[in-house]
């Protein structure tokens, strides 16, 4: 087999300019440890996992192999990983793998979730609802964070799905899901609890036999911790029963059909152990007070910045920085210019800038959420590039509303 020659991520980004990733809420780099681990499946290690033959069981061996270190990450059996293609197939397998059979028997069904779900799960409960199953939608308090007490109340005898996301994608903020799943099985021990870990994955210990072993399904997406695009799992906890989404082959357990993604488990397996290495050396501490030193330089050199949620709750990666007076989107093609890759508090939906509904739940004004950016911090996150930052942003917010003062004075 050739030796891989695995590119420094740092010098592919940043040609011809530093430039400073702060946006690995959207995506994270691919972890050179990661690009070597597949390579060799996208090359002469081919071979479909489900052939008999010798390059078959290569790739069959290294899939069950992946599938044993995304266990470990999770603390639970291997059987319970279902490969998919992301964190929006690993939520729509949960949502209607549980619930198409109350569709099919017209019986009824209730589906507890919450307002600030990314739209994987949001758009998935809609289209339920639009079929008959009766859905609540819980809103957060002013801190993103949705109330174990909220769930209690909304819980009924045909509730039969409760998801809830671990960590917000836009604030970070952390869902005390532990609590809500005890309170849901306490209630009603059929309840199935599912939950969309994707921005806690790879961030945040997840331990199905410990603090989420109420939890029934956790959704995982490969990109989100140095993995690649289109790689994700669901954990399905052993007993409980999914319609898969897909007509087709005996895959996964009869869970998802499809010749699996090789190269992309493998690479996923790798980013899975990488992960675990990670959070056993601490290192979320670590990029925490680089958030941290970065959230607090903002909040003094900017007159009038706020953070969005809650400081004490939320993932060690992330910041939602209200800036008032300034557009979120000039802002951020300002750093973009400057080599700042960020992101803000709003969605492009059929060519118009929505404000975040995530930011709307928590309260916020439509303007409010058009002047929130939100930062996030990866694994290769640098305080120098940290100390840049807090020299081009607040010079930034200033310059543009200097600009937006003369234009007001100007009358345009
Ligand atoms: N859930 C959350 C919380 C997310 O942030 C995302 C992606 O941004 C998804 C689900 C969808 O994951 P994927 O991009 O892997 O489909």
Redesign the pocket.
Known sequence: MAACRVWAWPSLYNRGMQRIYLDA??TTPVLPEVVEAMLPYLAEGFGNPSSAHHSGQRTRSAVEQARGSAARMLNCSAQEIVFS?????S?NLALSGVLQPYLDRREPAHLITTQI??H??LHAAQALEARGIEVTCLAPGSDGIVSPEAFAAALRPHTRLISI?L???ETGAVQPVGKIARIAKAYNPQIVVHT?A??AAGKLPLDMAGEFKNVDLL?V????MYAP??T?MLFVRKGVALTPLFLGGPHERQRRAGTENVPGIVALGRAAGLALDWLKASRGSHLASLRDRLEAGLLAAVPGAAVNGSTTCRTPNTTNLRFDGIDAEALLIALDIQGIAASFGAACQSGATEPSHVLLAMGLTPAQARSSLRLSLSRMSTQDEIERALEIIPATVARLRGLAKKEKQAGL
Do not use: L, R
């Not at 293609?85 to 197939?89: A, C, F, K, L, N």
């Not at 997406?221 to 989100?224: A, F, N, P, Q, R």
């Open positions: 809420n959207a293609s992301g964190g929006t197939e939520d779900e990314h994987a799960v996301m960590a917000n994608n969309d994707v921005q959704a997406s490969g990109h989100k695009q289109g994700g």
